[in-house]
């Protein structure tokens, strides 16, 4: 069975589906390894490497798309635009493996199905122990997070850390984490390592541990938050009357704040506002926000999506691929996730796809020329898709 791994056409994507350093392991399953020449160039991993672990490299895309499997970091949805382009290349019988944005663009995975192709979407990985090894979500904000505390910290005009020199102290930043998930945490960390006073905010208070055990504080607001979680832990989305009423009490915590970074956002819907103008407005001259967000709208009413926009000496970024600015480690965590799911589908060198299997039954979306995924069937049939868990923990891709 011949697996291919794409360059990425995406705008801007330097990462890779597959490292050589993965491939001895699928090797070793009976895969044959195709990757198209320069796949892996942007992330620091040259055609050579691939060889000389044992793939073969393709000279152009419509060979390496002749491959019986294809994994990608962006397919289908997670590459509306020029990811059209490959839709001819796309054939019946052929397995399609990535982040595929199926609740946000729930069109493009049907047009999959109709080329006969069976299309898989990491996103939709459940959150279950079995599957942590193949969380792409969880990889990606790991990187995320820690790169938006570093974007805060240069667009920052002080520095994070209290120092005490012969020219005076400096107070250290205060930052704001709003939502406690796995890009939350990470960037709780890497505040804390670079010296600045931490604070959190999230809707679940299960995850007050977890911020406290950081060394930051919990910002508790009392507020009847009702069913804030789901049975697995993670926020689900709330409606607007509570994000009303969160917004008015997070605006004294925010006002203290030197930099923000909000991580609420919701498969397939727009993030909520979680920070208005008028809390901006009220934050120091010189004051950073870092949405994470921004690629579904943003938590800030102000952000512009891929931009920095300025607003009453408050600066605010809205991010869209932060994963793919450190696309080499971003790589290497993508490829171990994509190859260990892959080898979940794999038995004697061929795809057995037993839907039985919470990890494959939840992930498949289209095979047999129709879209099987019931949440997305729900969004083309024109109506909402059952209740899915937020990922205020800032796990977007």
């Known amino acids: 069975m011949i697996v291919g791994v794409a360059r990425e056409s995406f705008p801007g994507e330097s990462r890779v589906a597959l490292v050589p350093a993965l491939l001895s392991g699928l090797i070793q399953a009976g895969l044959d390894i195709l990757v198209e020449t320069g ?20 000279s152009s895309r419509d060979e390496v798309f002749g491959a019986d499997v294809m994994l990608q970091v962006r397919a289908a949805g997670g ?50 122990t079995r599957a942590q090894s193949m969380d792409v979500l969880s990889s990606m904000a790991t990187v995320a997070g820690y790169r938006a505390v570093l974007l805060a910290a240069t667009a920052l005009p002080k520095v994070f850390p209290m120092l005490m020199t012969a020219a005076g102290t400096l107070t250290p930043a205060r930052v704001l984490i709003v939502g406690a998930g796995v890009a939350g945490l990470q960037a709780i960390a890497t505040a804390r390592r670079l010296g600045a006073v931490v604070s959190a905010y999230d809707v679940r208070p299960a995850v007050k541990e977890q911020v406290e055990s950081l060394g930051a504080k919990f910002v508790e607001i009392e507020l009847h938050s009702g069913e804030a979680e789901d049975t697995g832990g993670y ?15 997070m605006a004294r915590v925010v006002a203290e704040s030197d930099v923000v970074i909000t991580t609420a956002a919701v498969p397939g819907k727009k993030a909520p506002v979680l920070i208005t103008a008028e809390m901006v407005a009220g934050m120091r001259p010189g004051a950073v926000i870092v949405d994470l967000a921004a690629e579904r709208g943003g938590n800030c009413e102000l952000t ?50 037993d839907l039985d299997d919470e990890i494959i039954r939840e992930t498949l979306v289209a ?12 969004l083309l049939a024109g109506g909402d898709p059952p209740a899915t868990p937020s990922t205020a923990e800032g796990d977007e891709k």
């Open 367 to 378: 095979r047999d020329g129709k879209v099987v995924h019931p949440r997305v069937g729900e």
């Open 39 to 58: 796949a892996g160039e942007s992330a620091g991993f040259l055609d050579a490497e691939y060889l000389q672990k044992g793939a073969r490299i393709a």
């Open 235 to 249: 926020a689900r989305e709330m409606d607007d009357e509570f994000y009303r009423r969160q917004r008015e009490m």
């Open 79 to 128: 590459n509306p635009q020029a990811g059209r382009d490959d839709l001819e290349r796309i054939r019946a019988g052929q397995v399609l493996i990535g982040m595929c944005d199926p609740l946000g663009e729930p069109g493009l995975a049907q047009e999959v199905a109709r080329r006969g192709a069976t299309l898989f979407s990491l996103e939709l990985l459940p959150r279950i």
């Open 304 to 353: 512009q999506p891929g931009s920095t926009v300025g607003h009453q000496g408050v600066r605010i970024l809205g991010p869209l691929n932060l994963p793919g600015e450190v696309p080499q480690h971003a790589s290497q965590m993508y490829a171990k996730n994509i190859s260990t799911f892959l080898l979940h589908l794999v038995k004697e060198g061929q795809l057995k796809l």
